[in-house]
C-alpha cells in the first residue's frame, strides 16, 4: 500500500480519524494524503438565451487560501513524525462517492474517514451519513473511526461472515493480508445466530474446513454468538472478545435493494461504537 486518505472536515470527529490515520500509515509504512472537499463559489451572468453560472475565480482563489491555512493547522495539531503528510483541496466534488477522487492519489489503498453515527432518522436512518455512504460505494477499503475510538496496535480482530456467502472466504483472505504487518493478530471469525437466520452447526464445521484449506493463517479461530440482530451480537461479540478492529464486507447494494435490504455494515458504522475496516466485495 503506497497511500493512504483521510477526508477532514476540520471538526474533532475527524482529527480523532487523523490521529488513527497516522497510526495505521505508520505501520503500513504508507504516505497519509489528508483532504478537504469545498464547493466552489459561482457566479450568475447574463447571456442571450438567460442566466448560466461560472466558477468566481476570484472568490474562489480567497476561499482556497482560507482552506488551506485550516488545513496546514489541522495537520500539525497531532504529530505525524515518521511518515509524509500531503494536503489537498477538492472543489466540487461529492464526499462519499470516492470513485470520483481516489484516482487523484495513486497508489491509494485505504480511506479513513470519522463516523459521528446517526443522529436521527432523517441524517442516520433514510439517508445515511457520509461515512456509511462512502463504505458502500469506495472501490478501497474504508476505516470508520468513531470519537471514541483510540489507536492501539491490533492484537485481536473481530470478523463476521456469513458461511453461506460465496465471498466469506474471499472477505477472510483480503483481511489477512492487509492485518499482515501487525504480525500474530488474533482473527476471531463470528457467527452470528439470530431468530431469522440461523446456522446448524454441521455447516458451520464444514465452512471452517474450506476456511482452513484455503487460508494459511493459525491465528484464526471461530466463535458462534446468538443474539435478536446481527447488530446486537457484534455489540456482544466486540464487548466480550475486547477485540481492537470490526472487519466487515459490503456487498455495496444500490438503489431499491438498498432500500430494502439495508447494509449490516453501514449500520455498524453509524450505531455501533467501534472501528470499523470495510471491504467492497463487488469491486476489484
Known sequence: MKAILHL??????????YAYAIEVAKKLNAELHVAHIYDKPYASIA??????????AEMDT???????????????????????VLLHLWGDLTVWRADEYVDKVPGT??????????????HGGLFGTNTARLIRHSPVPVIAVHPKNVYTSYQKVLL?????????????????????????????????????????????????????????YEPLELRVYNDISVEEGLR?????????LLVMGTHARKGLAQL????ITENVAQHLEYPLLAFPLERK
Open 160 to 216: 463476521p461472515i456469513d458461511i453461506f456467502d460465496e465471498k466469506s472466504i474471499h472477505l477472510i483472505q483480503k483481511a489477512v493480508e492487509f492485518l499482515r504487518p501487525w504480525a500474530g493478530v488474533k482473527i476471531t471469525l463470528i457467527v452470528i445466530n439470530t431468530p431469522y437466520v440461523f446456522y446448524d452447526t454441521p455447516s458451520i464445521d464444514k465452512f471452517l474446513k474450506e476456511v482452513k484449506a484455503s487460508i494459511t
Open 62 to 84: 480567497k476561499i482556497r487560501s482560507e482552506l488551506l491555512k485550516h488545513l496546514e493547522s489541522y495537520v500539525t495539531s497531532v504529530s505525524a513524525e515518521g511518515i509524509r
Open 8 to 17: 477532514t472536515d476540520f471538526s474533532e470527529v475527524a482529527r480523532n480519524a
Open 47 to 56: 447571456y442571450q438565451g438567460g442566466l448560466s453560472a461560472i466558477v468566481d
Open 260 to 263: 430494502l435490504f439495508g447494509s
Open 109 to 122: 489503498g485505504l480511506i479513513v474517514m470519522g463516523t459521528r453515527g446517526a443522529t436521527s432518522i432523517w
Open 236 to 244: 456482544q461479540a466486540m464487548e466480550a472478545e475486547k477485540a481492537d
